[in-house]
C-alpha cells in the first residue's frame, strides 16, 4: 500500500492539473478493468463491467495549491490560493511548479501582525533575479504545490497531498484485486474536488450509477486539545454520517456498518462539523443518487505533512471490497 501511495503523492496534481496523477493510476490498473477512459472534466473512469447494480466509487485526484497571479520587476511571485490553504501554513514551505521549479513562500517584512499574513502580503521566492529571468521559469497562471518525499513511520505515512491520493490508492488497490461480483464497478477518480465538488458532479451525471461511495480523509479527534470528534487514528475506516456537503443516504450506510461487522472489520461513525467531499455533489446529480462516504482518518489535513495509518487504509480496502460484493 505505501508503495501505491508514493507513486501517487509524488505525482504533481492541483485542482485542474490532475493529468500527470491520472496517468500514473492508469499505469497500475488499465490491465485490470475492462475499460478505462478520461471525460470532458478530465476525471479518469475505470469500468469492471458486470450485469449487477452499478456502483460508483469515488476519490479525487487533485490537491490543494498556489496559482501565480504577477511577477514583479525582482522576479518575486505573487500568488492566489487553489482550494482551501491556509496562508499561515504555507508560511516558509518549499512549493514546486509542474516544470521542477521550486519556491519557497514569505510574507512581506513589514507586516506587523502575523494574522494580516494572507495571500496579497506574501509572494514565491523562486531565487530568480529579475522579471524576464522568473518568466523563464514560470508565468502567470502557473501552479504549484507544496514540496516532500512521503516517510512511513511506525506504520504510518507523513506526505503532503494524503487527501486525497490515499483515497485513489485505495481504489487503485481494489481494483487490482478484481473483486469478483456481478455488479458493474465505476473506479472514478474524480478532478477539482478541492475547489468545488465539480469533476464528480459531471461524472456521476455520465455513469448514472444505482448507488455511489466518496472515499476521502476526514479529521480525528486525538490530537492534543483539538476539537471533540469521534475519529481516531488507526481504529479504521470511518463511515460517514453527515458532514457539511451530505448526510449519507440511510441504506448506505447501513450496508457498510454491516459489511464491517460481518467481516471483522474495525470501523467508526463520522459526522463532520465542516467540510465535504465528492458525495456532496454525487447525491444531488440526475435526479438524486443513494450516496454515502467512506473516510480515511488523518491528522493535519490540507498541510504540507499530513498523516495516515496504513492500517486504516488497509481496512478501507476490505471494507469497499465487502461493500460491492454485497446483494
Request: glycine share 10%; net charge negative.
Amino acid at each position: 500500500m505505501f508503495d501505491t501511495i508514493k507513486k501517487l503523492v509524488n505525482a504533481f496534481g492541483p485542482s485542474g492539473c490532475e493529468k500527470q496523477v491520472a496517468e500514473v493510476i492508469t499505469q497500475m490498473i488499465k490491465d485490470k478493468v475492462d475499460e478505462i477512459y478520461t471525460d470532458a472534466m478530465g476525471n479518469l473512469i475505470a469500468v469492471k463491467k458486470g450485469s449487477g447494480k452499478k456502483i460508483m466509487l469515488a476519490a479525487h485526484m487533485d490537491e490543494i495549491g498556489l496559482i501565480v497571479s504577477y511577477i514583479d520587476e525582482k522576479g518575486f511571485l505573487r500568488f492566489g490560493t487553489v482550494g482551501g490553504v491556509s496562508p499561515l501554513i504555507a508560511l516558509g514551505q518549499r512549493v514546486v511548479f509542474e516544470n521542477g521549479t521550486t519556491g519557497v513562500v514569505w510574507y512581506e517584512e513589514n507586516l506587523e501582525n502575523m494574522k494580516d499574513a494572507k495571500p496579497d502580503k506574501m509572494y514565491i521566492d523562486i531565487a530568480a533575479k529579475s522579471r524576464d529571468e522568473a518568466m523563464k521559469m514560470v508565468n502567470v497562471g502557473d501552479m504549484a504545490v507544496f514540496a516532500g518525499e512521503p516517510v512511513e513511520q511506525n506504520g504510518r505515512v507523513i506526505s503532503k497531498a494524503l487527501d486525497d491520493r490515499v483515497g485513489c490508492a485505495i481504489l487503485a488497490e481494489l481494483a487490482m484485486k478484481r473483486p469478483e461480483t456481478d455488479n458493474e464497478i465505476y473506479y472514478v477518480f474524480t478532478t477539482q474536488e478541492e475547489v468545488g465538488l465539480r469533476g464528480a458532479r459531471t461524472a456521476a451525471f455520465g455513469i448514472m450509477p444505482d448507488l455511489a461511495l466518496a472515499i476521502d480523509v476526514t479529521r480525528t479527534g486525538d490530537t492534543p486539545s483539538c476539537t471533540h470528534r469521534p475519529v481516531v487514528l488507526g481504529e479504521g475506516p470511518a463511515v460517514k454520517v453527515k458532514d457539511s456537503s451530505v448526510i449519507a443516504h440511510p441504506r448506505i450506510r447501513d450496508r457498510l456498518v454491516d459489511c464491517a461487522k460481518e467481516n471483522g472489520i474495525p470501523y467508526q461513525l463520522e459526522v463532520l462539523e465542516r467540510g465535504g467531499t465528492d458525495a456532496g455533489s454525487i447525491h444531488i446529480t440526475a435526479g438524486g443518487i443513494p450516496t454515502g462516504a467512506v473516510s480515511i482518518p488523518s491528522r493535519f489535513i490540507h498541510c504540507p505533512a499530513e498523516m495516515i495509518d496504513l492500517n486504516d487504509a488497509e481496512n478501507t480496502v476490505r471494507l469497499l471490497e465487502a461493500f460491492v460484493k454485497a446483494r
